[in-house]
T-cell receptor
Framework: EAGVAQSPRYKIIEKRQSVAFWCNPI?????LYWYQQILGQGPKLLIQ????????DSQLPKDRFSAERLKGVDSTLKIQPAKLEDSAVYLC???????????????FGPGTRLTVL | KQEVTQIPAALSVPEGENLVLNCSFT??????LQWFRQDPGKGLTSLLLIQSSQREQTSGRLNASLDKSSGRSTLYIAASQPGDSATYLCPYTGGFKTIFGAGTRLFVKA
């Protein structure tokens, strides 16, 4: 079974530029998550999709971050314009959906390391 | 506000020791509990999943337990090895929220 795929693995940009990250979840996983992990901290959930609908985006800085999952499969996270404090690893995860009381087991991709200069 | 506290924050031990890593949550309404390890510069690897109806789970040298009434989870690592060196994370999941603490950084010396 193929894991969660992310690209690019590394990205270096100047502040005020824009950047996009791509994620392809495990086949059959309806739930997709985007996390931001700043060095020395645990991941922070930015947005969670159920198929192509947003379940939670309460911690997504909507003035500069956007995410979409148009066909309910792969997803793109965009930052426009980037700030120095956006330097972090952006992790994508997916899980198989069930109608339980919370999220199912999550599987993570390798992440994209973003450096904003 | 849900917070996750992991104790200790860092740990350095000689090879062969048995270890206990602790995780606590301010809100005990935990759905399931998943322990991860993260190697430097890498993504998260799932170690164990304690389902909502379970109280513990074992895999090889790892054993994790969950006490929902107190909002605490423990990861036990038997006979530690240098390859166990990593950061260990135990996020809170409940109500479709996933909240991570800072993790426990473990270093096992050969």
């Amino acid at each position: 079974e193929a894991g969660v795929a992310q690209s690019p693995r590394y990205k270096i940009i100047e502040k005020r530029q824009s950047v996009a990250f791509w994620c392809n979840p495990i086949s059959g996983h309806a739930t997709l998550y985007w996390y931001q992990q700043i060095l020395g901290q645990g991941p922070k959930l930015l947005i969670q999709f159920q198929n192509n609908g947003v379940v939670d985006d309460s911690q997504l800085p909507k003035d500069r971050f956007s995410a979409e999952r148009l066909k309910g499969v792969d997803s793109t996270l965009k930052i426009q314009p980037a700030k120095l404090e956006d330097s972090a690893v952006y992790l994508c995860a997916s899980s198989f959906y069930w109608r339980g009381g919370g999220n199912n087991e999550q599987f993570f991709g390798p992440g994209t390391r973003l450096t904003v200069l | 506000k849900q917070e996750v506290t992991q104790i200790p924050a860092a740990l350095s031990v000689p090879e062969g020791e048995n270890l206990v890593l602790n995780c606590s949550f301010t809100d005990s309404a935990i759905y399931n509990l998943q322990w991860f390890r993260q190697d430097p510069g890498k993504g998260l690897t799932s170690l164990l999943l304690i389902q909502s109806s379970q109280r513990e789970q074992t895999s090889g040298r790892l054993n994790a337990s969950l006490d929902k009434s107190s909002g605490r989870s423990t990861l036990y690592i038997a006979a530690s090895q240098p390859g166990d060196s990593a950061t260990y994370l135990c996020p809170y999941t409940g109500g479709f929220k996933t909240i991570f603490g800072a993790g426990t950084r473990l270093f096992v010396k050969a």
